[in-house]
């Protein structure tokens, strides 16, 4: 994932207030579950020494309603002067709810969101037309949905034999291969503004697999066909929703198991991928990393002391705190070297390098470890 909007708030002079709590109104005592939280999580900043207008703002802010259904998480970062960043994100997560002040911001909560994001498209069509919707995640609301009706006339084939049958026959396919066109221009459009990975198709046999074909090589998505769901009445939409989590967590595994591949060749080779908490510190120093890999909960349960590797970029109160959760201190010197970060989760099975490394990797724009061609002759 991009982390220009950490980056966005490391622009602005520290210490950080950070929260990530739940925000969730789903059920009955939702409010004063909310409430309960608000006045724990005020009381440790206050117990930190914030004070006066910054927290009433916070406190509006956690108690303000976000509209949206199921689990709801809201990440909140403030300087003294301001809020710098204020994100709420709906869908399930197991990460801890938040509460810190200090010399950087505290993200984990909030990336293990982002990153856990899959964007898709969920497309029911049928030979008229089609309903699409663009999800963020799995367990969200649509972000955007629309319909698309094409021409009815024509669409139905006559009967075999039929004197005019071959003349009618036709013009149906053109109407369906039409219709097909029009659902497919929609989608693109649509695709532009959200850049879903995987668009989810189901309904009428003929239409999804017209449909498919013509987004066959789109870039930047994969195209997948589903039996369940679809336009018709009666059409099951909780199969519909088991088949989608279903290719979704297929795609998120492969998604992983491209990526511990790719750490264990570079790690085979030695070249390209490095483990370590300090190793990777020092290649931000150098501006090698390209990629940071963490398994999160791992490396927040290390430290990094800027002190010991110089030139590390971070806010100038960070270089000089002493020890600090490992996961701040990298996130943090990746969004200032313009590196992105990727996770893996917590529990799949690591490359033995990677796991005796504190649950740091980082993959290199380029590696001075690797003999140059001159030393090769």
């Known amino acids: ?40 999580a005020r009381h440790e900043l206050e117990h930190q020494g914030i004070t006066g207008s910054l927290l009433d703002e916070l406190e509006e802010r956690v108690q303000e309603v976000t509209h949206l ?18 994100d709420v994100r709906g869908g399930d997560t197991t990460w801890p709810e938040t509460v810190t002040v200090g010399p950087l911001p505290d993200v984990a909560g909030w990336i293990s969101m982002v990153d856990g994001e899959f964007p898709f498209a969920l497309v029911r069509t049928d030979r008229v037309g089609a309903d699409i919707e663009v999800y963020v995640a799995s367990g969200t609301h649509a972000a955007e949905t629309t319909t698309v009706e094409g021409d009815t006339f024509d669409v139905t084939k006559l009967p075999q034999g039929d004197w005019q049958h071959d003349k009618y026959q036709q013009r149906a396919e053109n109407t369906w291969e039409a219709n097909a ?26 239409a999804r697999s017209e449909l498919a074909q013509l987004l ?25 929703w088991a088949d989608v989590r279903r290719v979704l967590d297929e795609h998120r595994a492969h998604q992983t198991a491209d990526l ?15 483990t370590g908490v300090d190793r990777v510190a020092d290649a931000f120093v150098k501006g090698e990393v390209e990629r940071l890999v963490l398994d999160l909960e791992d490396a927040r349960e290390t430290t990094v002391t800027a002190a010991d590797h110089p030139g590390l970029a971070l806010p100038e109160p960070a270089l000089a705190a002493g020890a600090l959760p490992a996961d701040q201190v990298l996130v943090a010197a990746a969004a200032l070297t313009s590196a992105s970060v990727s996770l893996l989760p917590h529990e799949v099975a690591l490359p ?26």
């Open 69 to 86: 259904p199921g689990q709801v998480r809201r990440t909140i970062v403030a300087t003294p002067e301001r809020v710098v960043l204020d």
């Open 216 to 240: 066959d090589g789109q870039p930047g998505s994969t195209v997948v066909t589903v039996e369940s769901g679809g336009r018709a009445a009666g059409t099951s939409d909780e199969a519909l």
């Open 181 to 206: 066109k029009l659902v497919a221009d929609q989608l693109r459009e649509m695709s532009a503004r959200h850049r879903p990975r995987l668009v989810v198709v189901c309904g009428d046999v003929r």
């Open 260 to 274: 511990l591949q790719e750490l264990a060749r570079g790690a085979a080779t030695g070249e390209g991928v490095i």
């Open 352 to 377: 033995q390098e990677f796991a005796l490394a504190n649950g740091v990797a980082a993959t290199l724009r380029w590696d001075d470890r690797a003999p140059r061609r001159d030393d090769q002759v």
């Open 1 to 40: 994932m991009d982390l220009q909007q950490v980056r966005n708030v490391l622009d602005q002079p520290g210490p950080y207030v950070s929260l990530h709590l739940d925000v969730s109104r789903d059920t009955e005592d939702a409010r004063q579950q909310l409430t309960s939280r608000w006045t724990r």
